[in-house]
């Protein structure tokens, strides 16, 4: 992934993470597992784990403790109401900025562009 794209994820990728939690509850694990299956080969596990910290810190989700085969339980993470909502405005915002910035990649091609 390119400088460009990492630093485009890190303002986008907690609006992602919930959305994926939104589909179904995950530990951290299964969460970088579903990033990667849509394309995001390039994320670390650690920076998931930073992100479901925070998230739950803000009260964004709830945490249930589930046995694990191997070693200590696992944090199942799940999309409470507080979280919904959150989610609900990074769509909202998500779908105003793409907008704009593709209405602004239409308008502004280089006249080149245009002539070749």
Known sequence: ???QMTEM???????????????Q?????????RLREQGFSD???????????RIEQRGLVDVE???????????????NAL?????DEFWRTWSFLAERIEH???TTESPQEEGA
């Open 1 to 3: 992934m390119g400088k």
């Open 9 to 23: 994820l890190k303002g986008t990728l907690e609006g992602v993470v919930l959305a994926i939690l939104a589909a």
């Open 25 to 33: 509850p995950a530990h951290g694990y299964e969460i970088t597992a």
């Open 43 to 53: 994320i670390v596990e650690g920076t998931i784990y930073a992100l479901l910290v």
């Open 65 to 79: 403790k589930v046995p694990s085969e191997k070693g200590p339980p696992r944090k199942v993470y799940s999309l």
């Open 83 to 87: 979280g919904r909502e959150y989610l």
């Open 104 to 106: 602004l990649h239409h």
